[in-house]
């Protein structure tokens, strides 16, 4: 995407509505993601809106002729509705 949208908020913003249908739209339980390593912005992101790192699927893309890791992460409805609560 164009670096000029970078930094304003729109990634995380996006995340959280995404996650935000799933879990209250979709009644789903867990959402998953895969996040390459090339990608820390993206990885921010997705820490940020309370996803956790589950584990790496080594050299799973060849790109530009370097392999690159995939980072599964997840997030779980209960740690979504937690994240939700205010702390007192």
């Known amino acids: ?3 000029r949208y970078f930094g304003k908020g729109y990634g ?7 996650i935000d249908y799933g879990f209250r739209e979709l009644k789903l ?11 820390p912005r993206a990885q921010h ?13 080594r050299d799973v893309l ?3 002729g370097d392999y690159h890791s995939a ?3 997840s997030i779980l409805a209960p740690e979504y509705e937690a994240r939700l609560v205010p702390m007192e």
């Open 71 to 73: 980072i599964v992460m």
């Open 12 to 18: 995380s913003e996006a995340t959280r509505l995404l």
């Open 1 to 3: 995407g164009s670096s």
């Open 62 to 64: 060849l790109w530009d």
């Open 45 to 57: 992101v997705y820490e940020k809106a309370g996803f956790m790192r589950e584990g790496v699927r």
């Open 29 to 39: 339980h867990r959402i998953e993601l895969e996040v390459y390593d090339f990608n």
